[in-house]
């Protein structure tokens, strides 16, 4: 009976990639948006790596009251009802991202995990209940992230000093 239920429920534990990096990936869907939206002076970039790794780096400027870089990737919306974690295997460079969230690309609050990163390759485990909306920096007085539908995830960083940065990533996994 005990091997039977373990069964079950290694049956029910499934993973979906949502992103898997590799020298040939198609990144036409990921886009830089930095604080030059509203006057700000930081440079996000992204590419691929020669060893087949997202790169997210720049610089974040405070100048004309600036601060953050960022890195979205849209998708067609999919139903992530079944799962309850993100999973990021990524290597930064001892510096703290956000990971964000968007349940449709129109939705005004980003639902927001800050993580703090090493030089060696790691997996960040995010459970969705955890994801807390955001806007504009502020955190807002409403629920966390319901795990209903995911359209957009990103990146951020906006430490609140002038910085470079860099940021490795290798996959994006719900499980």
Do not use: C
């Amino acid at each position: 009976m005990k091997l039977s239920i373990f069964i079950i429920i290694t049956s029910l534990m499934t993973t979906m990639t949502l992103f898997d990096f590799s020298k040939t990936s198609d990144t036409s869907q990921w886009t830089i948006e930095d604080d030059v939206v509203m006057g700000g002076r930081s440079q996000g970039h992204f590419k691929i790596t020669d060893e087949g790794h997202g790169q997210f780096s720049g610089e974040v400027s405070l100048k004309n009251n600036g601060g953050f870089s960022s890195l979205r990737y849209n998708f067609d919306a999919k139903d992530v009802s079944s799962y309850s974690k993100l999973k990021l295997h990524l290597k930064g460079d001892g510096k703290t991202f956000q990971f964000r969230v968007k349940s449709t690309r129109r939705e005004r609050a980003s639902y927001v995990y800050e993580f703090d990163t090493t030089t060696d390759w790691m997996t960040i485990e995010i459970p969705f209940k955890d994801l807390y909306p955001v806007f504009r920096g502020r955190r807002l007085n409403q629920s966390n992230y319901d795990g209903k539908q995911m359209e957009q995830i990103g990146f951020l960083i906006g430490n609140k000093k002038e910085q470079s940065f860099e940021l490795l990533i290798d996959k994006i996994e719900l499980e």
